[in-house]
């Protein structure tokens, strides 16, 4: 099995069908990475479908494979690709690359003026991001609507976040602004999480380690990604 075994496209409304398994697979997989982010309903995700704000991915069986949406923030300014989620069975062989990068395409021709940007604990999504022109990002330079920050609530980590005046958390920021160019840091970065797998647990650990560590022991630390990047990479 390869990915030339699956189709990936833009969502339609009579995909709607496959709304309650996509959902019930989000929650699996929310699960299983110790993470309750954005829980949505069946009828959120049809939503997505009829407005053409989704892709959606099927194996040459006909069989779901995958799927990921478009939400706005900011009246428009900014863009998150979310819920991305692949079958378990069709896992690693590249179809959440494909989807994110169809969901990116689909983002940049709805709203090409919009920032695009995500939060993520997970090494194969930063991998995709930095591939795509995301580059790492404090806290500060994502949307401030309430509305987005809302939907951390149900995560596990939500204490920290608060702790920390929704400056940091166990996520890494990362944005793709259609302003600038891809930054150099963000291409070193997925070289260096291509040629040296191990540095990304390195840098959890240290970034957990900064995250949990008390306000008094701030000064002198790394306070961004970037500043922690340079210190580890």
């Not at 053409?52 to 690709?81: L, M, P, R």
């Not at 069975?89 to 994110?100: E, Q, T, Y």
């Not at 920390?164 to 930054?183: F, G, I, S, V, W």
């Amino acid at each position: 099995m390869n990915i030339n075994d699956f189709i990936v496209q833009v969502a339609l409304p009579e995909h709607r069908v496959f709304a309650e398994e996509i959902c019930e697979e989000m929650a699996e997989s929310a699960k299983a990475r110790g993470t309750g982010i954005a829980k949505r309903s069946p009828e959120y995700v049809a939503g997505k479908m009829a407005d053409g704000k989704s892709v959606i991915a099927f194996h040459k069986d006909g069989s779901w494979a995958g799927f990921c949406y478009i939400e706005t923030w900011s009246h428009g300014q900014f863009v998150a690709n979310s819920g991305l989620v692949v079958s378990p069975k069709f896992r690693k062989v590249g179809l959440a690359h494909a989807i994110k990068e169809k969901i990116f395409e689909l983002s940049r021709s709805k709203y090409p003026k919009a920032k695009i940007f995500g939060l993520t604990t997970g090494l194969a999504v930063m991998k995709i991001n930095s591939d795509l022109g995301y580059e790492p990002v404090t806290y500060s330079e994502l949307t401030q609507d309430e509305e987005f920050w809302k939907g951390c609530q149900s995560c596990v980590n939500f204490e920290i976040l608060k702790s920390k005046e929704r400056k940091n958390c166990m996520c890494t920021a990362m944005l793709y602004d259609p302003a600038t160019q891809k930054h150099d840091v963000a291409k070193k970065f997925s070289e260096e999480l291509e040629r040296k797998p191990k540095l990304y647990e390195r840098f959890m650990r240290i970034k957990q380690r900064l995250v949990l560590r008390p306000k008094s022991d701030d000064e002198g630390k790394p306070k961004s990604f970037l500043q922690l990047f340079t210190h580890i990479f």
